[in-house]
C-alpha cells in the first residue's frame, strides 16, 4: 500500500510507463504490453487484454486487490500480482 | 488445422434441406465460460442427460439425448467452456480432442453447436475462428439476444452467415427463443463448411482482429455498458457496504444450511423410519427382514437424510451463481482466501462443508483451477460438518462437567465444542498451506475472474439444477452406502448361533473390533471403541448407534436416559485421555463413505479420496496419541 501510494505521487504526468496495478477506480490507460510468460499472456490476451486495447480500472475487492478492470466489452478481476507486470500507457 | 486458409469465402447458405434420416447423430456443444451453454444445453436436452468424467482427469463432460419431430436421435456431449482451442491448457485440449474424436467413448461429433454470447461478439467471435477451422458442420449460435437488443446492441445474422459459410442463429437461451432454429438445423443434412479465410490461431492479436473485421461486416453494434450491473456493483463492491451484504450472504446460507434443513432432515428420517417399521410389519418373521429394516432401510436412510441440506445449498448456489453474485462473493473473499494459497471461489465450498462435506465437495465444479479444485477438496472435511456433532456431544457430557466460564453465555462443554470447530479449521488452514506449497502448487497461471453481468436467475434452470445434484448425489453416494450398510449388518450379525444373531463381541463385527485392539490401544481404546471406528467409517454419527447396541442400551443414545447411560458405559470403557483422544481422532479421520464416494466422483479416479482418506487418518492417528499421552 504504502510503496504504492509513494508511485503515484512521484508518476510524471503524461507519457510515462506505469503498471495496470496503479490504475485506480475510473482511471483508465492503454495497454502497451504484457510481461508474462507465453501461456498466461496468451490467456489474459484471449480474455481482452490485447495491447492496444484500452483498459479501464473498476471496483476493486475491499483491501484493493483484486481489481476489476473493463476490457473490450467485459469485465475481468485481477489480482495485483498479476496486474503489475502489465505495462500501460496513461491517457487520462 | 492451425494455419491459414488462403481460400474463397462463400456467399449466403440456403437453409439445409430436410432429411429422413433416422441414424442416431452425435453432436458438440462448444462455447466460451459464461456464454449460456449449461443453459442451452439444458434447454435442448431438458432432465435426459448423464454426466461422466472424461477418462482419467477431472474434467466431466456431460451427454444429453434429444429426439427430433422426424425421428433423428441425437447425442448432445457438453464440451468444456473454452475461449479458444490452444492445446496448453487441460479443458482446451479436451474439448480439442473431442471434437477431433480422439477420447475413447465419444465419438467423432457429427456436427457442433458453437455458442457465443452476442453482447461480447468481439471477443467470443475469436473462437469461431478455432472451431471453424476443424472442418466440422457448425451452427453458430449467437445467445443473449434479449439482452443485446434491450441495450441497443444488433448484429447481421445473415451478413455473418455468409462471411463464415455457416448457419447463424440469434437466440436467447434462457427465454427459449429460438430454440426451433436449432432444432431445425439438427433435423436436416449437416453441411461440411467450405473453407473460409481464418486467421492464424496461435496469434491473437491477429485472431482479435480478425473477428473485429467480421463484426464491422456484419454489422455488429455492440450493446450499451449494462446500467444495471454497474449500479448494483456500487453497492456489492462497496468498500463497506460490499463486506457487509457478503456477510449477510455467508450467514443466510450458513444458517439455512445448518439450521433451516434440520426440520426437513428431521422429516426425512422419521418418514424413513416409519416406512421402514411399516414394511417390517408387514413382512412374515423371515431373517431378512431384519436386514431389510436395518440394514437397507436404515442404510437408505442415512444417505437420504442428507438430501434436504444438499438441495438447499445448491438452491442458494444455483441463485448466486445465475444471478451474478457468486463472482462478486468470490472477488471479496479473494484476498482472505490467498492467504492460505488458495482463491475466492473456494470460500463457499469451504463454508458450505461446517454443515456437510459431500454438498461442499459437489459445489468446487464453479472453481475453474483444478489445483484450487483440489485442493479445496482435500481440506473441506476438515470443517466440522453436522455429522460430527452427536458424538462430540456424547463424548464432551460424558467427560467434560459443565461449569460456567463467562456467566451464562459459555460454559466448559460450549467451549469444548467451539475448540473442536477451532481445531478442524487450523487442520484445514495448515493442510492448505502445505498442499499449496507442495504438490498442489499454483501453477503459474494468473488468477482472472470474469464478472458477467448481473440477471434474474429462471426458477426452470434451478429446479433442473436441483434435480441433476439429487440425483448424482443418490445414485453414485447411494450405492456405496447402502452396499457399506449391509455388509456391516451382515457382519454384526454373523456368524449364527442355535439360527439366531450372536451377541456382539461374537459376531464378525465383534472380531474385528479385536482385530484391530491392538492398533489403537496406543490411543487409549478398546475393542468395543474399536467396533465404533470400524462402523463409523460408514459415517462419523454411526459411532453412537453403534456404542449404543454393544453396551445394550435401548432406544436413541443421544438424547433422554439412554443418553444418560450410554455416558456411565464409556465413562468406564475410557479414561478421560481416552476421551480426548477419540474427540481428536474423530475432528480428524474421514469416517464418511459418502465424502470418499463424492471425492471419487469428482476428481475421476481413486487416487486422490485415498490420498485423502491416508493424510486424514494419520493425522488423526498421530494427534489422537499424542492427546491420549500428553493430557
Not at chain 1, 503515484?8 to 504526468?13: A, L, V, W
Not at chain 2, 464440451?79 to 465419438?107: F, H, N, Q
Not at chain 2, 439476444?145 to 447463424?168: E, I, N, Y
Not at chain 2, 456405496?480 to 463385527?509: D, F, R, T
Request: hydrophobic fraction near 45%; include cysteine; aromatic fraction near 8%.
Amino acid at each position: 500500500m504504502l510503496q504504492l501510494s509513494f508511485t503515484r505521487k512521484h508518476r510524471p504526468p503524461g507519457g510515462k510507463r506505469a503498471t495496470l496495478a496503479e490504475l485506480r477506480n475510473g482511471e483508465q490507460a492503454v495497454l502497451e504490453r504484457l510481461d508474462l510468460p507465453e501461456d498466461n499472456a496468451r490467456r489474459l490476451m484471449e480474455l481482452g487484454f490485447l495491447p492496444g486495447n484500452i483498459v479501464s480500472a473498476a471496483h476493486s475487492a475491499p483491501s484493493g486487490d483484486p481489481r476489476v478492470f473493463r476490457v473490450d466489452g467485459s469485465e475481468v478481476a485481477l489480482r495485483r500480482e498479476t496486474a503489475r507486470h502489465m505495462k500501460i500507457r496513461v491517457t487520462d | 488445422m492451425s494455419d491459414c486458409h488462403d481460400c474463397h469465402v462463400n456467399s449466403v447458405i440456403a437453409p439445409p434441406p430436410r432429411v429422413r434420416s433416422l441414424a442416431r447423430k452425435t453432436v458438440a456443444l462448444v462455447g466460451p465460460p459464461n456464454s449460456g451453454k449449461s443453459t442451452l444445453f439444458n434447454v435442448l436436452t431438458g432432465l435426459r442427460q448423464k454426466v461422466a468424467n472424461f477418462p482419467g482427469v477431472t474434467v466431466e463432460h456431460r451427454t444429453g439425448f434429444l429426439r427430433l419431430d422426424n425421428g433423428r436421435e441425437i447425442d448432445l456431449v457438453d464440451l468444456p467452456g473454452v475461449y479458444s482451442l490452444d492445446p496448453r491448457s487441460e479443458d482446451e485440449r479436451i474439448t480439442r480432442d473431442a471434437l477431433s474424436g480422439s477420447i475413447e467413448g465419444i465419438p467423432r461429433p457429427d456436427a457442433v453447436l458453437l455458442i457465443l454470447d452476442s453482447t461480447n461478439l468481439g471477443r467470443h467471435l475469436m473462437l469461431a475462428a478455432s472451431v471453424l477451422g476443424l472442418g466440422i458442420p457448425t451452427m453458430v449460435i449467437l445467445n443473449m439476444a434479449d439482452d443485446l437488443h434491450k441495450r441497443g446492441g444488433s448484429v447481421d445474422t445473415q451478413q455473418l452467415a455468409s462471411q463464415l459459410d455457416a448457419p447463424v442463429v440469434l437466440i436467447s437461451a434462457a427465454k427459449r427463443q429460438g430454440i426451433e432454429t436449432i432444432r431445425n438445423y439438427l433435423e436436416g443434412q449437416f453441411a461440411v463448411p467450405r473453407p473460409v479465410e481464418l486467421p492464424i490461431l496461435q496469434d491473437v492479436p491477429r485472431c482479435r482482429q480478425w473477428s473485429a473485421k467480421l463484426g464491422l461486416r456484419a454489422k455488429y453494434r455492440p450493446p450499451a455498458p449494462p446500467i444495471w450491473t454497474r449500479r448494483l456493483d456500487r453497492v456489492f463492491l462497496h468498500p463497506v457496504a460490499g463486506p457487509l451484504v457478503f456477510l449477510a450472504v455467508v450467514i443466510l446460507v450458513f444458517q439455512t444450511i445448518f439450521s433451516g434443513a434440520r426440520p426437513l432432515m428431521d422429516g426425512v428420517e422419521s418418514l424413513v423410519s416409519i416406512s421402514g417399521t411399516w414394511i417390517a410389519n408387514q413382512l412374515p418373521d423371515v431373517w431378512w427382514r431384519d436386514l431389510l429394516k436395518e440394514g437397507v432401510w436404515g442404510g437408505v436412510g442415512s444417505v437420504l437424510v442428507f438430501l434436504p441440506q444438499i438441495l438447499l445449498l445448491f438452491l442458494f448456489i444455483g441463485l448466486l451463481e445465475d444471478s451474478g453474485y457468486l463472482a462478486r462473493a468470490a472477488l471479496i473473499a479473494d484476498r482472505t482466501m490467498a492467504r492460505v494459497g488458495l482463491q475466492g471461489k473456494s470460500f463457499i465450498p469451504l463454508l458450505s462443508a461446517y454443515a456437510c462435506a459431500v454438498p461442499a465437495i459437489m459445489a468446487t465444479r464453479t472453481i475453474e483451477n483444478k489445483r484450487d479444485r483440489i485442493a479445496t477438496i482435500l481440506i473441506a472435511p476438515f470443517m466440522t460438518c453436522s455429522a460430527r456433532l452427536p458424538v462430540y456431544t456424547l463424548i464432551i457430557a460424558a467427560f467434560l462437567p459443565d461449569h460456567p466460564i463467562l456467566g451464562r453465555f459459555l460454559g466448559t462443554q460450549a467451549a469444548a465444542m467451539l475448540g473442536l470447530y477451532l481445531l478442524g479449521f487450523l487442520a484445514a488452514v495448515l493442510t492448505a498451506r502445505l498442499l499449496k506449497s507442495s504438490i498442489l502448487k499454483s501453477d503459474r497461471t494468473p488468477f482472472v475472474l470474469e464478472m458477467p453481468p448481473y440477471r434474474w436467475p429462471t426458477w426452470r434452470f434451478l429446479a433442473l439444477r436441483l434435480l441433476d445434484r439429487a440425483h448424482v448425489f443418490l445414485r453414485r453416494a447411494g450405492t456405496v452406502i447402502l452396499g457399506v450398510a449391509i455388509a456391516l449388518w451382515i457382519m454384526a450379525h454373523l456368524p449364527l448361533k442355535e439360527g439366531k444373531a450372536p451377541p456382539i463381541e461374537e459376531s464378525v463385527a465383534g472380531t474385528l473390533g479385536r482385530v484391530v485392539e491392538p492398533a489403537i490401544r496406543p490411543l487409549g481404546f478398546n475393542w468395543k471403541i474399536g467396533i465404533g471406528l470400524l462402523t463409523s467409517l460408514a459415517a462419523r454419527e454411526v459411532i453412537v448407534g453403534t456404542l449404543g447396541t454393544i453396551y445394550g442400551i435401548e432406544g436413541d443414545a443421544v438424547d433422554g436416559e439412554a443418553s444418560k447411560g450410554l455416558q456411565k458405559a464409556l465413562q468406564r470403557d475410557l479414561t478421560p485421555a481416552g476421551g480426548l483422544a477419540l474427540l481428536v481422532f474423530f475432528a480428524f479421520a474421514m469416517q464418511c463413505m459418502s465424502t470418499i464416494a463424492v471425492v471419487r466422483r469428482e476428481t475421476g479416479g481413486w487416487k486422490w479420496p485415498a490420498v485423502q482418506f491416508a493424510y486424514m487418518t494419520g493425522l488423526a492417528y498421530v494427534s489422537a496419541f499424542a492427546a491420549f499421552h500428553l493430557f
